[in-house]
């Protein structure tokens, strides 16, 4: 499976996270996962929240478009990103 699909202009992504890393960013696929680095904890919806805004960046919207679907307190993660304006090069084009 790959860690991205289409539903219509939404991006469905699955992320795997590493809280508590000295440097935030992508690392890049594990497995069937996007990994990614957080400096924050996973307390108190922390981790999550830094994450929101990383893809909020990453994908030119709001946070508020950013939602998380499953594992709020997991490392594994699925978000539904609506409307992306832009997207990195290693994701297609829906």
Same mark, same amino acid.
């Given at each position: 499976?790959?860690?991205?699909? /289409?539903? *219509? *202009?939404?991006?469905?992504? @699955?992320? *795997?996270? !590493?809280?508590?890393?000295? *440097?935030?960013?992508?690392?890049?696929?594990?497995?069937?996962? %996007?990994?990614?680095?957080?400096?924050?904890?996973?307390?108190? #919806? !922390?981790?999550?929240?830094?994450? @929101?805004?990383?893809?909020?960046?990453?994908? #030119?919207?709001?946070?508020?478009?950013?939602?998380?679907?499953?594992?709020? @307190? $997991?490392?594994?993660? %699925?978000?539904?990103? !609506? $409307?992306?304006?832009? /997207?990195?090069?290693?994701?297609?084009?829906?």
């Amino acid at each position: 499976m790959n860690f991205y699909r /289409w539903d *219509h *202009h939404d991006l469905i992504l @699955s992320v *795997h996270i !590493q809280p508590r890393s000295s *440097h935030p960013g992508i690392v890049g696929v594990y497995g069937d996962k %996007l990994k990614i680095k957080l400096t924050a904890p996973p307390i108190e #919806g !922390q981790a999550n929240e830094e994450l @929101s805004r990383l893809l909020a960046k990453l994908f #030119g919207v709001a946070k508020s478009k950013v939602l998380l679907l499953k594992g709020a @307190s $997991s490392k594994e993660k %699925l978000f539904r990103i !609506q $409307s992306p304006k832009y /997207w990195p090069e290693f994701i297609a084009p829906p």
